[in-house]
T-cell receptor, first 111, second 115 residues
Framework: GEDVEQSLFLSVREGDSSVINCTYT??????LYWYKQEPGAGLQLLTY?????DMKQDQRLTVLLNKKDKHLSLRIADTQTGDSAIYFC???????????FGAGTRLAVHP | DAMVIQNPRYQVTQFGKPVTLSCSQT?????MYWYQQKSSQAPKLLFH???????NEADTPDNFQSRRPNTSFCFLDIRSPGLGDAAMYLC??????????????FGPGTRLLVL
């Protein structure tokens, strides 16, 4: 089946940039997503990128997509303590007609 | 604001006692999903409704059922909760709009505790 992988943990200093990486296997992806989950909360849609795009920027967030390597990244500029959360990469699998989630990357922001 | 609402936010039930979780949406989306999320794991899709068409995931236990009486509401019924069913249950919707029809919007979740 289709698979999405991401590193489990990232620690950054407040004010630095964070880069969370994700790889996927689906060749028929249409949209790829980044969701944020704070403790005890639901998933918040942060941003998404259509598969025919290479980059998308939205305020402090920059998404880069390398279709050849099936690699997606999320860069958060000027990381703040409020950015501490779990970030899920997800791929809409056309073959399975559902979202395939990575295991989530826990971002810890320290002073 | 258009949104996905889940009630209650916390639910405590007894082992074997049926429980119902509810989800409503004001997005007028035609697809509604139920996910189970256990601690430190990704959400796991249980089933979804495409309009009135029910689509069950192959590995969803029979203990889990769902109802969608109208576009706005969807319910998750757990017929005989076991200790292993304690989890966060997330409702999501998708439909026409920004991000395409596949983009899912999640509610805040209901955390279920089974005693």
């Amino acid at each position: 089946g289709e698979d999405v992988e991401q590193s489990l943990f990232l620690s950054v200093r407040e004010g630095d940039s964070s880069v969370i990486n994700c790889t996927y296997t689906d060749s028929s992806s249409t949209y790829l997503y980044w969701y944020k989950q704070e403790p005890g909360a639901g998933l918040q849609l942060l941003t998404y990128i259509f598969s025919n795009m290479d980059m998308k920027q939205d305020q402090r967030l920059t998404v880069l997509l390398n279709k050849k390597d099936k690699h997606l990244s999320l860069r958060i500029a000027d990381t703040q303590t409020g950015d501490s959360a779990i970030y899920f990469c997800a791929d809409f699998s056309g073959g399975y007609n559902k979202l395939i989630f990575g295991a989530g990357t826990r971002l810890a922001v320290h002073p | 604001d258009a949104m996905v609402i889940q009630n209650p936010r916390y639910q405590v039930t007894q082992f074997g006692k049926p429980v119902t979780l509810s989800c409503s949406q004001t997005l007028n989306h035609n697809v509604m999903y139920w996910y189970q999320q256990k601690s430190s794991q990704a959400p796991k899709l249980l089933f979804h409704y495409y309009d009135k068409d029910f689509n069950n995931e192959a590995d969803t236990p029979d203990n889990f059922q769902s109802r969608r009486p109208n576009t706005s509401f969807c319910f998750l019924d757990i017929r005989s909760p076991g200790l292993g069913d304690a989890a966060m249950y997330l409702c999501a919707t998708s439909g026409l709009g920004a991000g395409g029809p596949e983009t899912q919007y999640f509610g805040p979740g209901t955390r279920l505790l089974v005693l």
